[in-house]
Structure formats: structure tokens, C-alpha cells
Antibody, heavy 122, light 109 residues
Framework: EVQLVESGGGLVQPGGSLRLSCVASRFTFSNYEMNWVRQAPGKGLEWVSYITSSGSDMYYADSVRGRFTISRDNAKNSLYLEMNSLRAEDTALYYC???????????????WGQGTLVTVSS | EIVLTQSPGTLSLSPGERATLSCRASQSVSSSYLAWYQQKPGQAPRLLIYGASSRATGIPDRFSGSGSGTDFTLTISRLEPEDFAVYYCQHYGSSLTWTFGQGTKVESK
């Protein structure tokens, strides 16, 4: 079964930085597009960022563009999210999610990790 | 940006009953770009339906999706105890962005 394990969350002050990681296993990581999705406490889902399978192209939600950077290391089966200039409204559980393969063409997310919690507070 | 509005906010039903969840887009969208997810408390979301009507791997056939244009529906034909959860619709938009609806909670009556 596909596995995605996030780490790197924690408590950070407003204006601070954090780097999240997601380690993938039991599938060929380099063949799949990947995403970060977040969920504020008690709220709904918000897509954050996307990266192509090769890592050549990245896209961001307006709410994080210019502050967050997505990247990947296919040799290490790892996805990252570098978060800078953090704000209270970035407080959320951050999930990594795989873009679906086959006839889904990456348009939906077929596997998700369990998430890592980021809390931005002074 | 396309906005997805889900209704109702909460659906109170009994096991064995039929659940009908709605997702309305603020403008017409391709059905290929519409998906549904289930999320239980303390768990990550799970993909149920993609392309508006295709069931994801391992999803029971009591779950079905339909719709086109601006109106999409997720139907659970007979609710099982494990189906009580929050359901989200999702749309893939232009320039590789995605949006989610605000969710519908299906609770046990």
C-alpha cells in the first residue's frame, strides 16, 4: 500500500520559517505529481501547492505564493515545503497528497499522508 | 476563480437510507475535473470519485457520482455506519490550481 509520511511541523512565531517533509514509499515516486493541502483546525481543505513529477514546474495558491516553496528529491523519494514569513492564518494540518495516475491524469489526489501540524503563534 | 458550494451543510440520516449531496460550481466546469472525497474525524481525506462519476480504487459501489455543467451530486445508495463523515467536492482549475467545497457532514440521526 502506498505510504506518505509527513514531518517537520511544530510551533513557530509569526514571521518565522519552517520546512515540511514528506517521505513516500511503495510506489515509484518519480512518476507522480505531488501536492500539499492544508486544513485549519475545524475547517475545510485548502490546496496549497503542486509540483510536477520531475520537479521542473511548481504552482501555488494565491494565499501562499511568494512565501512558500515546494520542491522534491526523487532520489530520496521526498517532497518538501519551505514556508517563510509565516502568519497566524497558516496554522493548519499540512497533508502531502499524490496526484492520481491512470485515467485520472493527476486531476485528483488518490493517496494522502496523515499530516503534520503547523502552529503559528507568539 | 471557480467557487464550489456544497449543500446541505449537514445531512442527518439513518443507516440504510439514501444520501444525496450537492456540489454547485459558480460557473460551468468540465466533469473531468470534479472529484469527491470522504474525511472521517482524525483521518486524512480519501478519494471516492474522480471525473465526476468514476469510482476510485477500492470504493464500494454504493457510492456514485453524477452531474455536469454547474451541478454535481454524490449519492450513497444505502448508508453504512462507516459512511458517516464529512464529504468534500474538489475542482481542478486552470493554471494547475485546485479548489474545494466547504464540505457536507453526514451524521447519524
Amino acid at each position: 500500500e502506498v505510504q506518505l509520511v509527513e514531518s517537520g511541523g511544530g510551533l513557530v512565531q509569526p514571521g518565522g520559517s519552517l520546512r515540511l517533509s514528506c517521505v513516500a514509499s511503495r510506489f515509484t515516486f518519480s512518476n507522480y505529481e505531488m501536492n500539499w493541502v492544508r486544513q485549519a483546525p475545524g475547517k475545510g481543505l485548502e490546496w496549497v501547492s503542486y509540483i510536477t513529477s520531475s520537479g521542473s514546474d511548481m504552482y501555488y495558491a494565491d494565499s501562499v505564493r511568494g512565501r512558500f516553496t515546494i520542491s522534491r528529491d526523487n532520489a530520496k523519494n521526498s517532497l518538501y515545503l519551505e514556508m517563510n514569513s509565516l502568519r497566524a492564518e497558516d496554522t493548519a494540518l499540512y497533508y502531502c497528497a499524490r496526484g492520481c495516475g491512470g485515467d485520472c491524469y493527476g486531476l485528483s489526489f488518490d493517496y494522502w499522508g496523515q499530516g503534520t501540524l503547523v502552529t503559528v503563534s507568539s | 476563480e471557480i467557487v464550489l458550494t456544497q449543500s446541505p451543510g449537514t445531512l442527518s440520516l439513518s443507516p440504510g437510507e439514501r444520501a444525496t449531496l450537492s456540489c454547485r460550481a459558480s460557473q460551468s466546469v468540465s466533469s473531468s475535473y470534479l472529484a469527491w472525497y470522504q474525511q472521517k474525524p482524525g483521518q486524512a481525506p480519501r478519494l471516492l470519485i474522480y471525473g465526476a462519476s468514476s469510482r476510485a480504487t477500492g470504493i464500494p459501489d454504493r457510492f456514485s457520482g453524477s452531474g455536469s455543467g454547474t451541478d454535481f451530486t454524490l449519492t450513497i445508495s444505502r448508508l453504512e455506519p462507516e459512511d458517516f463523515a464529512v464529504y468534500y467536492c474538489q475542482h481542478y482549475g486552470s493554471s494547475l490550481t485546485w479548489t474545494f467545497g466547504q464540505g457536507t457532514k453526514v451524521e447519524s440521526k
